[in-house]
C-alpha cells in the first residue's frame, strides 16, 4: 500500500463551455477537476487550498472513511468549511471497496462546479473480477448552468442550460460544435468506462449507438456482469462497464438525456440530449456519426429495469453476504410537502407557502454556529437532538395512502424543522424500508448515505406492504449502493451494518433537495474498544468562525 499525494487549488476561474464566459469555483483550473487514482489499501492525503471566494469542504462520495469520519467533508456536519485564503489537509485510508467514485465539495450547491474523478483500483498484484480492458476512460457527465453558481439557490432552481461530458457540451448547442468529447477506439478491444453522474439534479440516461456494455460495477460494488444497451445514474451514481469495439469502423455518438420522473409535471426543457463520439481508427472523417435511440425523459420502466436488474457479485472481491439478523427497522417515508413562508421570504409555492422535503415528516435544518460532530464529540448540547423518529409520526394514517399519483396524507404537508439524529449500537444491523411519497408529485429522489454502502434488498411501485413486499426481498445476491434512486410513488428496503462511529448523514443527492431538508444523519456510538472508537479529531480542522459575507449556506 502506497501513500497517493495531491493538491487541490480551489480557485475562481473564468470558463466557456457554451458562450457565455462564466467564474466560478473550480478545482486546479479544470472542469471537471482532476482524477484521483489509488489502489485499494491505500492512503489518500489531499492538501485543499482555497484561493476561491467561497466557503468549500470536499467530500468522498462513497469512501467508507473507515475511523476517519472528520475527513467525510460535510459542512457542518462534521467540520466547518475551508475558509478563503485558508487551507485543510485530507488524510484517509482506502479500504474494502474498488471501482469509481467521485469527490465533490459539500457546501451549498458548490459541487455544480467542484468535482472529480476518484478511480479505486485493486492492490497491485490482484486482477479485476474481468478481463483486464484495454483502456480505461472515466466519463463523467455535468450539468452546466450558464449564470453564477450563487443563483442556483433560487427555488426552485433554475433550469439547466446544458449538460457536459468531460465538461464538453458537444453539437447538440450551437456554441460548442466542435467542442465534444471524442474517444478514439481500436476495433476488437476493450475499454473500462468508470461513468459518474456529477450532475446536480437530474438522473441522467446514458446510450451508445450500435453498442451494448457489460456492467461490472455499481457505486464501485462489483455486480454480476450485466450486458445492457442503456444505463442510468442518479445523481451521485457511479458505473464501471466494459465497451468492446465490435462494430464496424466507424463513428458513433455516446449520447446523455435527463430522466425525470416526476408523475404527472411535463419534462423540464433542458432535456436536449449532450453528445460525444466514439471513433474508431481507421474510420473516414467524412462519415457523419450513427445516433442512438434515446428513451424518452419519462421512461420509468426502462430506468426500473436497469436499476433492478443488478446484482452483486457473490463471492466476487470485498462481497459480504447479507446479515439476517437485524437489530434497528425503520420505515421512512420521503417527499416534497409545504411549508409556511417565512415573513422575510419570497415564496413561491401554492398558498403562499414553500416547498419543505421531510423525512418521516422532518425537514432537516443544518447547524450553523458548530459542526455536528464537534459537538458530539465534545459534549455541546443544542446543536441537534436524538429523536429521529423509527417511523412516520402516529398521527399519520398509513392505511390512508393510496397508489399513485401521490399517494400521501394531508398530515404531511407541515413537517416540523429540525435537526435530528438517529442514534445507533456500533455493529448493529438497521434495515430501512424509504416510502417515497408527495404532496405535489412522487418522484425519484436518489438517496445518499455517507460513510457506508448498504444492500439494496427490493424495489417497487405503491405502498410497501410488509407482509407481500418482504417475501421477495433479496437476501442472496443484492446489489450495493452508497446512492439509491427511490422509484417514484415506490419503495426500497436496505440494510447497513454500523460499523463505523461517527455522525453519517443520509440525504437526498438532487441538490435542489438539500436546502428543503430530505436529510437527517446517524451517529454511530463506539464500539468496546480504543479502535473502535471515535478518533480526535485533526489539529488542523478548520474554526467554526462565520464570516456572514461568505457564500456558504
Ligand atoms: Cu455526494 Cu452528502 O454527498
Known sequence: AAIVEHVLHVKDVVVTPLCKEQMIPIVNGSLPGPTINVREGDTLVVHVINKSTYNVTIHWHGVFQLKSVWMDGANMITQCPIQPSNNFTYQFDITGQEGTLLWHAHVVNLRATIHGALIIRPRS????????????????FQQWWDTDVRLLELRPAPVSDAYLINGLAGDSYPCSKNR????????????????INAALNTHLFFKIANHNVTVVAVDAVYTTPYLTDVMILTPGQTIDAILTADQPIGTYYMAIIPYFSAIGVPASPDTKPTRGLIVYEGATSSSSPTKPWMPPANDIPTAHRFSSNITSLVGGPHWTPVP?????????????????????????????????????????????????????????????????????????????????????????????????VKTIRFNSTVEIVLQNTGILTPESHPMHLHGFNFYVLGYGFGNYDPIRDARKLNLFNPQMHNTVGVPPGGWVVLRFIANNPGIWLFHCHMDAHLPLGIMMAFIVQNGPTRETSLPSPPSNLPQCTRDPTIYDS
Open 180 to 195: 465534444m468529447f471524442n474517444l478514439k477506439v481500436v476495433q476488437g478491444k476493450t475499454y473500462l468506462l468508470r461513468i
Open 324 to 420: 439476517r439478523h437485524v437489530d434497528e427497522k425503520m420505515f421512512i417515508t420521503m417527499g416534497l410537502g409545504l411549508d409556511p413562508c417565512p415573513s422575510n421570504a419570497k415564496c413561491v409555492g401554492p398558498l403562499d407557502q414553500r416547498l419543505a422535503g421531510s423525512l418521516n415528516n422532518r425537514t432537516f435544518m443544518i447547524p450553523e454556529r458548530i459542526s455536528m460532530q464537534e459537538a458530539y464529540f465534545y459534549n455541546i448540547t443544542g446543536v441537534y437532538t436524538d429523536d429521529f423518529p423509527d417511523q412516520p409520526p402516529l398521527k399519520f394514517d398509513f392505511t390512508k395512502f393510496e397508489q399513485h399519483p401521490t399517494n400521501s396524507d394531508m398530515e404531511m404537508m407541515f413537517p416540523e424543522r429540525k435537526t435530528s
Open 125 to 140: 498484484g490482484r486482477p479485476y473480477p474481468f478481463p483486464k480492458p484495454y483502456k480505461e476512460v472515466p466519463l463523467i
